[in-house]
Each structure stands twice: as structure tokens, then as C-alpha cells.
């Protein structure tokens, strides 16, 4: 769809400036002893996960604007992921939704997958919506429900998530409840977080032995009085309960207002427990924005905190699995996944700038205003040029919005799948 000499021309239009930017940026990190070279090379290792569910128009429960070109099968997802990596190299890795991306040909997809150079890195299950052929509904629960027939069916359809996951190579399975309460009285609280953990543990025995699952945490919605997996406090006791395989999910949109995320990312990466990232941006609350639109700075802190983490020998967390979990209305959903990849790669350029050792000096010391200057300077600075290097570096595009517009990827993506067509999805 975007051919290389294409590519290649588009950056060749760009490249003095990028040279200039980055010339300029290079030479001031020297002579703070960084060399630019490494953290390029650490932006181009990065890469995030592109949800199936959010490469057509979502939007919220009011209305949907479809713009036409949608992915109408996981083939198509594939398509629209590669092209994605294409332009950033950043992106070279899916989760899926079961049961709307059900592989129906596994040959076929791992062919896809193959040629576009990408892997499936987490299967996601659905109990928060009931299915046609479904024997039992999922109203008041799954997991949690008061009966076993639901929460039977609700085990079996995660470990039939984890199977479709074998299939394509996933090594992750990842669990949202929507599960919870209305009303006051509605639910036995310790009683419904009993049956949680159980019907967990089942799943969690299913699970392959390189596999992680991820627990995701929600304070309110759908259920507005209490939700079965409020906070990263519960997510953490279910994990601590079913084994090493546990690990917790922070997805940002998943807070009340002013929560201090990154010092939750902290503790869990003090326990070993931090699992993965569902990025994405945020006002209020699960607004499922473009990643860094809304609070770039807290974005920053929550990479320092990583960086810090990755840094420390006492910090023994595994491998952090990086996914994006957002939903478009009113922008075209490629280009503002490249916004997303782009504004979080920035947020990493910059904790890579962060002097670990003198704050560390600051912070022993007490100096408070120094320890917050030190992050404000490297929060900053304008790490762009970094960031387009890496892309380049990757066989990307300097610019890759520019180049997606300028190679007419939407107009070809409708006049292929048509005006109508329409994604799966949340
Ligand atoms: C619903 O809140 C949600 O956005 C969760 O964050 C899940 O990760 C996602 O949907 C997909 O199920
Ligand atoms: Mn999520």
C-alpha cells in the first residue's frame, strides 16, 4: 500500500531538517554524557501492541461515525497492523479479542502474520457481552456470578481464548471483568470476590506454563456502584493467590481522577507483579483517548518509573508486556494510533534522559526542588528527532502521519473494503 521508494522519497524530503534537529540534540546530550545513538537504539527495540478492537471507529454509546476502509476480519487487522509497523516499526505485535478475531483458517492467518513480520501477544476474553449461541447470560456476572453454570461458561470461554492464542503463537491472556454491582445490597462483596478467585484459578490451571495471564483492574463501569476488580490492590491479592503466572494489568483510563499512576507502577514493580500496559488517554476517566493527549507529563513519570525499574538490580519484574487500548470517534483510527505509538515512545525517549544517578543523590539529600528539576529538564526536551530516528532506523518513515496521508492509505483502504464497511470492536 506504501511502497518503499515511496517511503524512501518521503524521508528524503524530509531528511535535512530531521539532520539538523537531530544534530543539534546530539551533540547537547554529549555533553551531558549521553550518547543519542543509545537511546535511538533503545526506541527501536520498543515496541506496543495495536488491539484488534480499535482500528475501527468505536466511539462512545451515543453514536458511531464510520469512515469507511475498516478491517472487516482479522486478516484485514493484520493488514492495517502491518501497515502501521511499516511506518513506525513500533508496532509489530497484536492482541486479540476473542470471540470477534476467532482465527477461522489458523494456516492462513500465520502466513498473514508472517508476512507483515508480526506476532499475537495477548488474547483478550469477553464476559462483558452476551453471544448469540450463548446458554447463559452474563447480566450479573460471570466470574463472580452466584451460579455455576455462568461461571462454567465464563471459565470455558477464557480457556478456549488461551487455546485460539496457542494456536497463533500468543504467550498472554488477558482478563477484564466487567463484573460487579449496581446497587447497594446488589452483591455479597466477599463472597462474589471468593467465586472470582476460583473461577480464576481455573482458568490460571489451564494456562500453558510460558504463558502470563494479566489481571486488569476497573474502579466503575459498567457496574457504577461496585466493580469485582476495583483496584490494582485487589488485581495484586488475585495474583498473589493464583501463582507467579499472575500478573497485573494497568490500563491508564482505569483510575479515578489525580490517582497517582506512577506510583503504582512503582509498587508493583517493588512486588514483581507489574504485567503489561493498556495505554491510552484520559480526562475523566475510561475515555480510551490518544495515548499522552491529555496528561503527557504523568505519561513521562510513568516511564521514569520503568526506566528506574529496568535500571535497578533489586527490581526482579518480568518482561512488562506494552499494549494500546483505546477507541477512535472522531479521528481516523490509524493515525491516531501512530499519535499513541509516537507520544509513548517520546515519554520513554525522555525517562532515558533522566541522570538516575544524581537524582538518586537529590533525592537522598532531600533537595526537592533540584529532584524535580532534573525530571522537568528532561521531560522537556524536545526529544522528536530521537524519535523519528528510531522510525527511520526501523526502515520507517520519518514522519509517518505525513507519509500515511501523503501515500492516501485511507482512500485506498475504502476504495478496497468500501465505504461501508465496519470493524469489530469496542
Ligand atoms: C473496557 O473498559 C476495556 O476498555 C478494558 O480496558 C479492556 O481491556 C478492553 O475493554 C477490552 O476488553
Ligand atoms: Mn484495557
Redesign the pocket.
Known sequence: MIDHQRLHDLNQSKQAEHQLRLGYLSDLLSRRGLDAQDVIQQLVQFQVAIPS?ALGTGGTRFGRFPLGGEPRNLEEKIQDIGLLNQLNGSSNSISL?IPWDIPKDVAAIQQRLQEQKLVIDSV?S?T?QDQKEQAYSYKFGSLCHTEQGVREQAIQHNIECVRYGEQLGAKTH?V?LADGSNFPGQQHFRRAYQRTQESLAAIYEALPSDWTMLI?Y?PY?PNFYSMIIPDWGTSYSLCQQLGKQAQVLV?LG?HLPNTNIEQIVGRLLHFGRLGGF?FNGSMYG?D?LTTGSMKPFQLFLIFNELVDGAQDSAVSNPAVAYMI?ASHNTKDPLEDLLQSVDNILGAYAKALLVDRAQLGEYQQHNDVVRAEELLRDAFLTDVRPLVQAAYRQAGGAIDPISAYRTAGVREQLIQQRGKLSLSTG?
Open positions: 478492537w479479542h483478550n469477553n462483558f488477558t477484564w486488569e476497573k463501569e490500563d482505569h493498556h475510561d480510551d487500548d469496542l
